[in-house]
């Protein structure tokens, strides 16, 4: 199913199609934590054809703008950082499930990082 | 200075008129709460210039300044408050040297300082509201954190390139604070400031304008604790078509909030014994403060 | 003027620095182009004041203001600009002292006149990008069929009470003009001045100040003949929660425009020869100018 | 069906119900101009139980705000005038058939009158 994808604060620059708003294909209700992988892969499909390693200083200063590398590499999994507000259909990802929040067709998942300038 | 504190006096009644004839706003007494309110602005640059000007301008009754900034050229593009000749002067009396001449019935306080652990609660405890115009997390979380302890309620603002965001945090102590919405702070590498990652004059000068729209609703009693929605808002000034804002319903307090949940870590002895150093929470040990 | 037209001087690199860091600005080039524009400035009003105070800041290589008016102390709580002091002083003076400080790279001409059918031409051919910051629906059509006949865009913005709009007109000559919106004026009674209606200070500011974003999009590229849409942007300072901003898509050129359309009744000479009475057309026969 | 109708730019304030949103029932495949009469019944309401008379002054300066009261009187249609713009789901009616303009459920219909103050 589709899902739209938006890229605020600058995150989008981060990702290979660089756009801020992009759609996104994910498996009937899958949770938000997969579409987050799914963003990371497109990612890493940007430094080469085969998958970088999280040893690549390039592709991990890029990763680590969107989630804990440190916590990638002992788990697996792709957490978002602290600083970046996660948003469904408009809404705080808190008042759902955050990372398990099961999507559906053509919500709307919004991430911004933080601004601190002044 | 020549009316009392509960009624406005000529001067004060042409002065303001036009926006007591706005019904939002709330006519007289609203202008009274105004003159009887004390609003303290943190950081007199991109953000505080254009807050600075309106709040001013609508009649707030003191307004203090605090930053230990003096005016750059690379500033002027946007710091639209300072004008070139003060250059090498302080921000605080730059800017207090043209708002005493906008509006001669505020009272205008300058502290020529840093905001630190030591001086922020007695700083912060003189005024009713808040205005976080700073541009590093750091400060960020120390006027969160002194304000929450003290019951201020914070109106905050911040931007970068081309885009802006705007909440009201702590509202009259119930609504979520900075560290409800951010629990950890961003990794230090992730965070760009103006002077590195630049930014359009009147995009940020549209947030800074946006948050004296915000402190004029607070201090006038349109939020109450009946209608206010914690929210954030987000502003992009090269939007596809045109500009935009896009609000968000957000959360409300988190019951584990380390300084505004059920039970804090952070207090005020934590803060000015030194024992919660915002460089190192920041990851910025070596960082200037602001 | 240290810098002939193609350069930035090592001051300028300093100045505009921050600005020409933003991706979406688009670099020296752009500030080249913002140096080399001709920006006309009508009305020094809540709208004008933030707009000159941005584009002065930005960089702009010329701006003229034009408007008759004098500073009243009813103006100082939304028009930052004009101090307390610069009470009775025309607008216009009020407006370049304080801006040929804050830069004077800037060559500021001012015009203490009002806009009308006989100076209109003589005034606007001389710029590049017209702001409308003006506050009654005569001088939007004059102003707007003017520059239609010169081909010169307008960035066009209003506001009354908390609400706001804006819009970029006659885009490159292509884009719909005010008359393509507005075919017939509104009746006279339903036309609402910031004098009577009132309006909240931060509010009309935050007006002037897209205007200027909108303003140095134009003069840098950031719009062309491709990207551009037709829109009308719709602000309301209090919204439900927070602010907001709505835009709208909207129509392109009318072919039966009656002064960028196929067959155009209106021209040069019907606006200088005073045939077409503004005055007349929304209604006013007695309305005072500006 | 229902609509959602917006009232912007101050005419939130001639209707009776006073809101700036309101969802408004009409039926099916209505075209706009019948929405503009039901709107228009409604702010009559707020004047009398019956249906008040266009020489009561009161009644029509109000309804002035909105729809030419002389075309109402001559025709008996409602028109909606000049500096008021009128946007379905956000784009300009004049990109659709304006009046004549077929609504379809849950469509979003934005009243708004031009501001010209600065
Ligand atoms: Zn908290
Ligand atoms: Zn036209």
Same mark, same amino acid.
């Given at each position: 199913m589709k899902v739209? *994808?938006?890229?605020?604060?600058?995150l989008h620059q981060i990702f290979t199609f660089g756009a801020k708003i992009v759609d996104v294909n994910v498996l009937e209700e899958a949770e938000l934590g997969a579409l987050v992988e799914t963003l990371c892969l497109s990612l890493s499909s940007s430094f080469s054809n085969c998958?970088?390693?999280?040893?690549?200083?390039?592709?991990?200063?890029? +990763?680590?703008?969107? !989630?804990?590398?440190?916590?990638?590499? @002992?788990?697996?999994?792709?957490?978002?950082?602290?600083?970046?507000?996660?948003?469904?259909?408009? !809404?705080?990802?808190?008042?759902?499930?955050?990372?398990?929040? !099961?999507?559906?067709?053509?919500? !709307?998942?919004?991430?911004?990082?933080? +601004?601190?300038?002044? | 200075r020549s009316s009392t504190a509960n009624q406005l006096s000529l001067e004060e009644f042409r002065r303001y008129g036009r926006q007591m004839l706005v019904p939002e706003?709330?006519?007289?007494?609203?202008?009274? %709460?105004?003159?009887?309110?004390?609003?303290?602005?943190?950081? %007199?640059?991109?953000?505080?210039?254009?807050? @600075?000007l309106y709040l001013t301008a609508s009649g707030v009754g &003191?307004? $203090? #300044? #605090?930053?230990?900034?003096? *005016?750059? #050229? &690379?500033?002027?593009?946007?710091?639209? +408050?300072?004008? &070139?000749d003060q250059v090498g002067n302080f921000k605080v009396d730059s800017a207090k040297s043209y708002l005493s001449s906008l509006n001669p019935n505020v009272n205008l306080i300058t502290y020529r300082e840093f905001l630190?652990?030591?001086n922020a609660f007695e700083v912060i405890e003189k005024y009713d509201l808040i205005l976080d115009c700073t541009d590093t997390p750091m400060l960020r979380y120390l006027i969160n954190d002194a304000s929450v302890l003290l019951g201020k309620t914070i109106v905050s603002g911040?931007?970068?390139?081309?885009?802006?965001?705007?909440? *009201? @945090?702590?509202?009259?102590?119930? $609504?979520?604070?900075?560290?409800?919405?951010?629990?950890?702070?961003?990794? %230090?590498n992730s965070v760009t400031s103006c002077q590195d990652g630049g930014v359009i004059g009147p995009c940020i000068g549209l947030v800074g304008t946006m948050m004296a729209v915000e402190a004029i609703k607070v201090l006038a009693n349109s939020y109450t604790l009946e209608n206010f929605k914690p929210f954030l808002t987000i502003y992009s000034g090269y939007s596809a078509v045109s500009q935009s804002l896009r609000t968000f319903k957000m959360r409300g307090k988190k019951l584990n909030c380390e300084v505004?949940?059920?039970?804090p870590l952070i207090s005020k002895d934590t803060i000015q014994s030194g024992l919660l150093d915002y460089n190192l929470f920041c990851g910025h040990p070596d960082y200037d403060v602001v």
């Open positions: 739209t *994808v938006e890229l605020l604060g600058g998958s970088p390693s999280l040893a690549d200083p390039v592709y991990r200063t890029s +990763l680590a703008r969107f !989630v804990d590398c440190e916590h990638l590499q @002992l788990t697996g999994e792709y957490k978002i950082i602290p600083g970046i507000m996660v948003l469904i259909n408009d !809404v705080d990802w808190e008042l759902f499930d955050e990372e398990e929040t !099961v999507l559906h067709p053509n919500d !709307v998942i919004t991430f911004t990082s933080t +601004l601190h300038g002044g | 706003f709330g006519g007289v007494d609203s202008q009274i %709460a105004l003159k009887n309110s004390k609003v303290l602005v943190v950081g %007199a640059g991109g953000l505080g210039c254009p807050a @600075l &003191t307004i $203090g #300044i #605090i930053d230990y900034d003096t *005016v750059d #050229i &690379t500033n002027l593009h946007r710091q639209v +408050l300072h004008s &070139t630190t652990n030591f911040s931007g970068l390139k081309t885009e802006g965001q705007l909440s *009201v @945090l702590n509202f009259k102590n119930s $609504g979520p604070c900075y560290r409800c919405f951010y629990p950890k702070p961003p990794p %230090a505004c949940g059920e039970n």
